[in-house]
């Protein structure tokens, strides 16, 4: 059974970082690509980054590109996403995703699997 779990959501002021995990069971870590979503209040659902391939793809929507990272502990079946410089924008619940890879690509992954959400507050 395949499950996530993610943590490290929380409170902070703009300017601040926070790290996010995402803790995998239930599958072979390496068959399957990791991404985190978002969702604002007003906003739609939005890709965040993703990880698959033990961190051989990783990719980042723009407008995070050069503030998040995200990276893996294989042995642990968890990736993480470090959020720096964190603007009130960012204000979203994230979401861990796992889907099994169908190429060297995880922005193609069709995710099939979900967490329950982190909540993330940036306050002005």
């Known amino acids: 059974e395949v499950q996530l779990v993610e943590s490290g959501g929380g409170l902070v002021q703009a300017g601040g970082s926070l790290r996010l995990s995402c803790t995998a069971s239930?599958?072979?870590?390496?068959?399957?690509?990791i991404g985190w979503f978002r969702q604002a209040p007003g906003k739609g659902r939005e890709g965040v980054s993703c990880?698959?391939?033990?961190?051989?793809?990783?990719h980042y929507a723009d407008s995070m590109k050069g503030r998040f990272t995200i990276s893996s502990d294989n042995a642990k079946n968890t990736v993480y996403l470090q959020m720096n410089s964190l603007k009130p924008e960012d204000t979203a619940v994230y979401y861990c995703?796992?889907?099994?890879?169908?190429?060297?690509?995880?922005?193609?992954?069709?995710?099939?699997?979900w967490g329950q959400g982190t909540q993330v507050t940036v306050s002005s």
């Open positions: 995703a796992a889907g099994i890879m169908r190429d060297a690509s995880c922005w193609t992954v069709v995710y099939g699997y």
């Open positions: 239930g599958f072979t870590f390496d068959d399957y690509g």
């Open positions: 990880i698959g391939r033990s961190a051989g793809s990783t």
